[in-house]
Structures are given as C-alpha cells and as structure tokens.
C-alpha cells in the first residue's frame, strides 16, 4: 500500500510526517503546479470549486510515482468538501486509475468505524499508543509550521533582503520536513528566529524613511489561504509590498477543530470566531463561512488596516460571508477586498489589484504624516 | 399583522407549512407577485454578485414586497434529520438585509430538524414569543402547518402543479375548507388542469416523456427559466421531482457509498436516479443554475447514472443572462433528439450498419 493524499500548502510535511513515524509508505504528491491544475479540471466536473480540481491533478501526478490508496479528511456538511472524498473516487474510477479511497470521518456517525479505517492505514504493526503518539507528533509539527509561517509574515517587510527571508522559509520548512524528533523540530524554529535576529541586525537603527508595516488580515476559504498556489502567492506578494500579514486560519488551528474536533487548541485558535461573528452572522454556514466574518470583525478590532478576503469561484459558504462582509466594513471603516480565483486567475491582474488596494491603504497615513517605528519581529509574530 | 412572504426559494416546497402556521396564528400572510422582469432586475441590484440566480430572485421579491408590517425570512437550516439545506440558506436572512427595504423589520426563526421536532418547536416558540402568542398557539400553528404541509406533498402524487396546490390552500385560508377534490381552475400559460390532464396522459400514449429535475425553485420558476416547464409540456408529458414518492426517492439512493447531506440533493438525485432507471421515460433534464453548489456535484453524480444506462440527458443552466432562443433551440434539439432516438432504436440496417448506432453514447 502506498498512501497518497492531496496537497494544501504545508500539509504535506505534516502529513508525510504522520505516515512516515507510522512505517506506512506515503507518496507525496508533486508540488502544485500548472500541470496539475490542468490534469485534474480535465477530469472535474465544470462548476466544481478550484480544490477538488488541484486534489485530483495531485492524485494522477501521485499515480504515476506508484500511489494507490488516498487518504482525505470528509464531513457531513453542508459545504461540497465533505463529498470531495466519495466524488473524488468515482471520478478516478471512472478514468481508469486504480485507487483505494479512505476517507478519514466516522461512517454514518460510527466511531468504530473510523477506528477500523485508521486500523486499515495503520497496518497491524502499529499499536494504538503508537498511533496516538505519531499524531501528536505530527500535531506538534503543524504548530512550529505555523510559528515558523507567522515569523515570517511578520519578517517579510521588515528584513532588509527579501531573497534571503524566502531562503529561510524554504530551508525552514525543507528541515522541519526531515526531522522526526521532538528536539529537531524545536531547533528548528530556533534557528529560524536566530537567522531572523541576524538578518535584523544589518539593519541598524530603524531609519526615518521607514513606517510602520501596513498589516492586513487574510480571511476566507481555507484551502485558497493555506496554499499559496492557489491564492498566487497572496502573503508573499504582500510581504514584498512591504505589508505585514496575519491570517485568519493556520493550519494546525483548522487540524485542532477539525481532526481533533476541538481538544487541541492548534497555533490561533479558531474557536473565537463564531463569538465575534455574532452580531453580523449568528449562525454557521458550513465550511469556514462564520469564521470569515469572525475573523475579519477580530481583524477590524485589532486595528488591522485592511482585510483581503480570498475563495474560489462558487464557495458557498464564503459567498454568505461576502455578503455579509459589506456590513462588518461598514461597522468598523475597515476596508475589506474580495478575491475570488478559479483555473483561469492571471497573476498579473492578481498583482495589480493588490497593490492598488495597498496604495488606497497607505494614502491616509501619508496624508497624516505620521513617522511609527516598525518594531521588532519578535515583539510581533511568533507569539 | 401582515406579514409578507416572498415568492422565491424556500416559498416553493415549503410555503404550504408556513401558510398553514401563520394561518392559525391569524396572521396575513402576504406573497409577493410572481416573478417578473423589474423583480428580477431589483434583485441583480441588491444582491452579491458572487450568489446564484435564485438568491438574486429572493432579494427581488423581497423588495417587491410593499405595505407589510414586516418580512418574514426564515433560516431553513435542516428539514429532516441528518441533511443540511444549501448553505446559502442558512445564511438567510443576514446575506439579504441590503435587500430589504429600510423601515420594515425582518422575521426569522432558525428551522433546524436535524435536532429533532421538540427543538423546531421550542424555536418556533421563541419565535412566536415575539409575535405575542403562547406556547399552545404555536403548538396548534405548528399542527396545522405539518398538516397542509402534509397534504401539499401527498398531492403531488396526483400530477399537480406547486401553483394550483397553493391556490388550493389560499381558497382554505379563506375558510372554504373543502380540498377533497382538486383544484379546477387551470391557471395562464403553460399551465393545464389536473383532471384534463390526467385523461390527456391516457390518451396520449406515443407523446414521449420527459423528466426534468432540479431545485423546486428553478423548475417552477416559470420566468427566470424562461418558461421551460410550460413549453415541455406542450409538447412531452412531464415528470418532475415532486412526483415521485418518497419510498422511491429513498430506495434510489441506496446504490450511495456515502450518503448525500444536502436535504435537495436528496430529492434530486433520488428521483433522477429513478427516472434513469425507469423504461418509461425518455429522456432527462436537468435543470441547474450558475454557480450551484450542490449542483455541481449531484449532476455529475446524475450524467454517470445516466451515462451508464443510456438514457438521453441534458444539463441546462440557468443565470441571468439566459436568452430565450438559446433555450428554445437546445430544448427542440434535444426533443428531436429523443424523438428520433425512440422512432431508429430497434432498426439494424441490412448491411450491417445500424443507424443510430453510437447516438446513444452522450
């Protein structure tokens, strides 16, 4: 058996980290790419949303490196993901490729049936405290990713080489990947703020010429923030902008509230939303709909300067939250962009909308005149 | 109290429910007109751009709605256990209140059966808390509603349409209670009278039938569809998701690996699954709209099914934009289609070449 399971920014390393302290042999799918965009809208249905298309491009380019069995998460609704597993099988079924699907929920409510599906991937090698073990493991992996992303969100528009800030987030994450043990992850993370301190100290004295980082807020569906294939590179564009960028959903947050199902926490915890959503949407709305809103009314409270929310085409949930997202702008005069991006997003008129949003940001402080300080990346990311 | 009830979505399937309650409350319940182009054009103004056509029509509706003393926008989350309606629903009213016009309150009340009868009913309650009624009133409201509820959805088995059903139920709000016979009025275009109809169908034998599934809010939808039920009639005879009975819907889902949890999606694909299968039908319809969610995936779901047994199937989708020689000519094209399909199916030709030999394969 080897095991295959669609990508979602980081997630591999996560998850190729779950299956590999398990003995069981996982494939990694290649990268994100073009290709695989085009592979999988040939065999998705038209209107499906962007995900599904890139999961089934992963499948096919996992097929040929041998993959035969795929492992995704479900749920029973009402957003479309939670059929994406079942939809998924038939389509490469129908294509003719030969796979197994395991879709990690408990069928119809049985929790023994979700015991039996994990047994199925496990082996019979692997005890239950193993398996227990080697989530917690991959668990405490998500969370350095995710204190690693958040350090570099906030060092993108502060370190003085953006080059180098990317060279340490790729080197980063290429260490985190290869690690197995408790220690390496953690000097992992310690060796990126110690590149980040040195990296901050060729900068000296903040000069004059430099503001405050804007910081926007990132919200929306959480495959288009997690994979920064799908969103063309949303946080790093910023980041170039010279924009300090938070977001609303970080990994290990949707794995503690969604796999978990709430007892563990994650980096950024997710549960405070519904709170703040409430005067604007009470209700949920499937998928992240009410954490959208909650988030950008949290973002907005927080005294972000601006909110960019992203889905792919036909999200429903998103859809209810962009149309109640005018309302939160309105309360709280933060102005809030919607991206929507499907098969056919160009970068260049992704780019362009980008940074003429950051000039209508940035026109009320030059018209103020205000000289802040940037502050220290630790003071602001890392928490 | 009046209290207006917009003539879009939930209003098909599930008007019958709320007439019957608010009837035994003794509240005006007021509708709006039935879709029409300034309705639709109010509606492409006020809502997001990004939701699909039938969210459109609501905000329409909801404007159309003049001297109410409020509007009534229920959140329709789950109407039996285990299956959620459309996320677009739960989301009602809070993604329309750019819709309503200032001044007039909004109505809700969250409609959740997943949790079962005591807690729709505790949440009708504190609903009609608000209207100043006690919580035996509400009980007996609630009675009523399942009832015409009921008794809308048991006639469906006897070729009515949703209009004259509802027809029927407004002649009952007026306190004429008979319902025992059908309605007889037909209504204007398109439309037909069930008892002729019934002896049209028996005497018709060689007209072909069609099925044209697909939310209850576009196929009875006469104007945004541009009148597709109406025209299929004229020529096919037509079944509809309605028509078939629930037993049928249920044991046509059972060839499922996972259960579908979309309360709709149910329906349609129960159905559409039976009529692929059923012999006497000739081809399939499905009618969608842009940007469908739960369509998106139960069509597929569908054309596999369809694929499979070789059953003539059409996907037409719906959006704003939808200009009527389109349709027109993709209906006759497909009806001829059918047509001829049904005249060729058993010819073998003498030398070996049958004619409509790879015709069947969509």
Redesign the interface.
């Known amino acids: 058996m080897k095991v295959t399971f669609p990508h979602m920014g980081n997630a591999w390393i996560v998850i190729q980290t779950l299956f590999e302290s398990l003995n069981v042999e996982v494939v990694v799918p290649p990268t994100n790419s073009k290709r695989t965009l085009n592979l999988g809208t040939r065999l998705s ?5 962007l995900p599904l298309k890139l999961n089934l491009g992963n499948y096919i380019e996992a097929a040929d490196e041998g993959a035969d069995t795929i492992v995704i998460t ?1 749920g ?5 993901f ?2 994406y ?3 998924e ?3 490469l079924q ?1 294509a003719g490729y030969n796979y197994d699907v395991v ?1 990690l929920e408990p ?2 409510g049985s929790l023994l049936g979700l015991a039996k599906r994990i047994r199925y991937l496990a082996g019979t090698n692997n005890s239950w405290a193993q398996i227990i073990k080697a989530l917690r493991f991959a668990y405490l992996k998500s969370v350095a990713l995710d204190q690693v992303e958040d350090l570099i969100h906030a060092a993108r528009p502060r370190l003085p080489n953006s080059m180098e800030t990317e060279k340490i987030y790729e080197d980063a994450k290429k260490l985190l990947a290869q690690t197995m043990t408790v220690k390496g992850v953690q000097e992992t993370v310690r060796w990126v703020k110690e590149s980040i301190r040195e990296s901050q100290e060729k900068v000296d004295t903040p000069s004059e010429g430099f503001n405050k980082p804007l910081r926007i807020g990132i919200i929306g569906e959480i495959y288009t923030i997690l994979d920064p294939y799908t969103s063309l590179g949303l946080e790093e564009e910023l980041g170039r902008l010279g924009v300090e960028v938070d977001r609303s959903i970080y990994l290990s947050g949707w794995v503690g509230n969604h796999v978990f199902q709430g007892l563990a926490p994650g980096y950024r915890s997710i549960k405070s939303y519904p709170g703040h959503a409430k005067p ?8 992240h ?1 009410q954490e959208t809103v909650g988030a950008a009314v949290k973002f907005a409270r927080e005294g972000f300067d601006g909110i960019i929310q992203i889905f792919p ?5 998103e ?6 997202l ?2 939160v702008q309105e309360a709280y005069k933060v102005p809030i962009m ?1 991206l ?1 991006v499907d098969e056919h997003t160009g970068q260049a008129g992704m780019q362009t909308r980008l940074e003429a949003f950051v000039d209508l940001l940035e026109r009320p402080r030059l018209q103020r005149g205000i000289g802040q300080t940037r502050g220290e990346v630790f003071g602001v990311g890392g928490r | 109290m009046k209290i207006g009830f917009p003539r879009a979505l939930f209003y098909f399937d599930y008007f019958p429910f709320w007439a019957g309650f608010f009837h035994r409350l003794n509240i005006e319940v007021v509708t709006s007109p039935a879709t029409h182009r300034q309705i639709m054009e109010q509606g492409l103004k006020k ?2 751009d ?2 699909c056509l039938p969210l459109k029509l609501l905000a329409g509706h909801i404007q159309a709605l003049k001297d109410v003393d409020a509007i009534f926008l229920p ?1 329709m ?1 789950s109407v039996e256990p ?7 629903f ?2 009602i009213p ?5 819709a309503v016009p200032s001044g007039i309150p909004v109505l809700t009340v ?1 409609l959740n059966w997943r949790k079962g009868k005591r807690q729709v009913l505790k949440d009708l309650q504190v609903f009609g808390r608000q209207l100043g009624k006690n919580k035996a009133e509400i009980r007996k409201a609630f009675t009523l509603g399942q009832e015409w509820q009921k008794r809308y959805q048991d006639s469906m088995g006897a070729g009515w349409d949703f209009e004259e059903s509802i027809r029927e139920i407004e002649r009952a709000q007026k306190g004429l209670k008979d319902s025992a016979s059908p309605p007889e009025c037909g209504r204007g275009q398109g439309a037909r009278t069930s008892t002729s109809a019934v002896s049209l169908k028996e005497q018709n034998t060689d007209r072909l039938r069609i099925a044209l599934v697909g939310h209850s809010y576009l196929t009875q939808e006469s104007y945004a569809n541009l009148n597709l039920l109406g025209r299929l009639r004229e020529k096919t005879e037509v079944q509809l998701v309605q028509h078939v009975s629930q037993e049928d819907v249920e044991s046509h889902l059972l060839g ?7 309360n709709h999606a149910k329906q349609i694909f129960g159905s559409g699954n039976k009529f692929v299968r059923d012999h006497e039908i000739d081809g399939i319809i499905y009618l969608s709209c ?8 139960v ?3 569908l054309a ?1 099914k369809a694929r499979e047994q070789h059953k003539p199937y059409m996907v037409v989708t719906l959006d704003e934009h939808s200009g009527e020689a389109g349709l027109v000519t993709r209906l006759e094209a497909f009806l001829d289609m059918v047509e001829r399909r049904r005249v060729h199916e058993g010819y073998v030709s003498t030398y070996g070449e049958r004619l409509d030999r790879d015709s069947n394969t969509l």
């Open positions: 249905p038209e209107s499906a949303c479900g029973i609704g009402p957003c479309r939670g059929y597993g079942e939809m099988r038939q389509i129908s879709t069928p119809n604007f949407l009470p209700h949920f709305v499937g998928g709909g085409l036909s999200c429903m949930p859809i209810v939250a962009a149309s109640v005018p309302r919607t929507i | 809502a997001s990004e939701t959140r989350v285990d299956t959620y309606t459309c996320p677009k739960l989301g809070e993604s329309l209140f750019p969250v499922l690996r996972k259960k579908l949890f979309w842009f940007g469908c969610g739960t369509d998106s995936m069509q597929e779901l596999w």
